[in-house]
Every structure is written in structure tokens, then in C-alpha cells.
């Protein structure tokens, strides 16, 4: 039996911002704090999902907190430096998986930090799924990015176990017939997922162990 592992990216693999990094951004941004953080959490899914420009978005968090940003391209250089630093230990971890398993990355990313990954972590674009949001259009918890995601694989839903550090998303991918687990650390990490390659039960999906699964062009439906 083959199975497949999908990861997250930040929070999992890559790092998240750090408070230097967020530091960095409220000097080009020229503003911090609730008035530019608030917005840029909650405007986000359009910049995440490839359909706005980093401009466009940052003039959206700008206008939202009646401000105005002089040097927006800064803006961008700022946040994408910020989502740059690999979790090196991680990294090696999913490479050296990649040659026992199909692996896979899903990860709500816009274009601009895309284009960073691809430059900087060009091991990415080696493996077999990779699903980014701000290139096919779509984020999690959206079933699409999940069929894409293990239709890249090759493998059936209930065959691929996901990582990811946000609950809502795990439990998402539990609904979408894939095995699910919260990250908490490459060492707990790492004896579920020898587990679950060799065969044992390990983040049942939504429909149990034992239910067939059938992979449709419309999401999954049970036997």
C-alpha cells in the first residue's frame, strides 16, 4: 500500500513572521499596531488567492484604517523578506520523506512570496503535489485546493495524511476524507508519520477507517 504525506508551509516548514520581521513591515507600512494588522488579516483572502496585486491589497489595508502607505512596493519587500526562513530541520525532514513517500505542500500564499519560494527554496517545485493558493485561485478550507492537492499525489484521499498548524484546516482535510493531524513539533510529528506509512490509523478522516472512499471530479462520496 503507497501513502503520501501533505504539508502546510508556515508554521510547519517555513516560519512564521518574526516580531523583528513584523517590526520591519509597520516601518515601511509607516503604521502598526490593531489599525494595520487587523485589516491585513482580514482582507487577506483575495492577495492570498492570486486574484489582487500586493498593491492593491496594501492600499485596501491602508484605505481600511484611513491611512495611506508613500512607498507600497516597500511595503511588499518588507512582508515577502518576512515569510523567507525556512525551518531548516523541517526542510531536511520533508526531503528526505519525499524519497520514501509521495509528498506534497498545500499553502495559502500569495503570488509575491511565491515567487520568492520558487527563488529560494527551488526544492519545492521538485515534489510531486505542490497546491499554493495564489496560484490556482483557491485557499483552505476549500475542498478544491484538498482534491488538488492529493490528485497530485496520485493517491486516494484516505491514503494521505495533511499537517498543518491551524485546527480549522486539519479538521477540513478530515472532511475531505483525508487522515489530519495539528503540528506540534517535528518530534511528534515524526512517529505518526512512520505510523501512517506503514499502515496504521493515524488522523482518521471524517468517514472512519473502514468506509470505502470513491475520489469523484466533485469531492468524495462514500460507497
Known sequence: MTR???????????????????????????FGGPDLWEPFWALRAPYDHGVQSGRAYWAAVAATSGRSIADPDAVIAAEVAGWSWPDDQMVDYVRGLARRCPVGVLSDVPVDVIEMLERDQPWIGQ?????LSGRVGKGKPDAAVF??????????????????DRPRNVEAARRCGLRGVVFEGLDALRPLVDAHLAGRDVGLPRHGPRSAMVWQPDGIQEE
Open 127 to 131: 515534489l510531486p503535489s505542490v497546491t
Open 4 to 30: 503520501g504525506v501533505l504539508f502546510d508551509l508556515y508554521g510547519v516548514v517555513m516560519r512564521v513572521q518574526t516580531p523583528e520581521a513584523i517590526a520591519a513591515i509597520e516601518r515601511a507600512a509607516g
Open 147 to 164: 482534491r488538488l492537492a492529493v490528485a497530485g499525489l496520485g493517491l486516494a484521499p484516505q491514503d494521505v495524511l495533511f499537517t498543518d
